[in-house]
């Protein structure tokens, strides 16, 4: 919030009241801004320009080109095994 209102944390502290600051959630959860909404933006460009020009493969959806970082690509990775070994340890009993 602060890089969006080009502030500090600590100006944001010191000058907005909570009344506001639950204005600007609200308003967030309406209207969304900053990297996410920029990647998912992007995304969308991506899929369609993919599939206007994709030929006979398959199409794609934006979230098939939304930016995940390295950490959080790993953490999904690792619940997905979990979830697939905890499938087939339940079918094994």
């Known amino acids: 919030m602060a890089l969006a209102l ?4 600590c100006e944001i502290e ?4 909570s009344s506001e600051l639950s204005e600007w959630q609200e308003y967030y959860g ?5 990297a996410w909404r920029d990647n998912w ?5 991506a899929a369609l320009l993919y599939n206007a020009n ?3 493969q398959k199409p794609l ?3 098939d080109f939304m930016f995940v970082d390295r950490e ?8 997905e095994t979990l979830a697939f070994l905890s499938s ?3 079918r094994a009993k």
């Open 6 to 9: 080009g502030k500090t944390v």
């Open 30 to 34: 309406l209207e969304p801004w900053g």
């Open 88 to 90: 087939r340890a339940k």
């Open 72 to 79: 959080t690509a790993r953490e999904s990775q690792d619940r």
């Open 61 to 63: 959806n934006s979230a």
């Open 54 to 56: 994709r030929g006979k």
């Open 41 to 45: 933006h992007s995304a969308q460009i």
């Open 14 to 17: 010191q000058s907005m009241g």
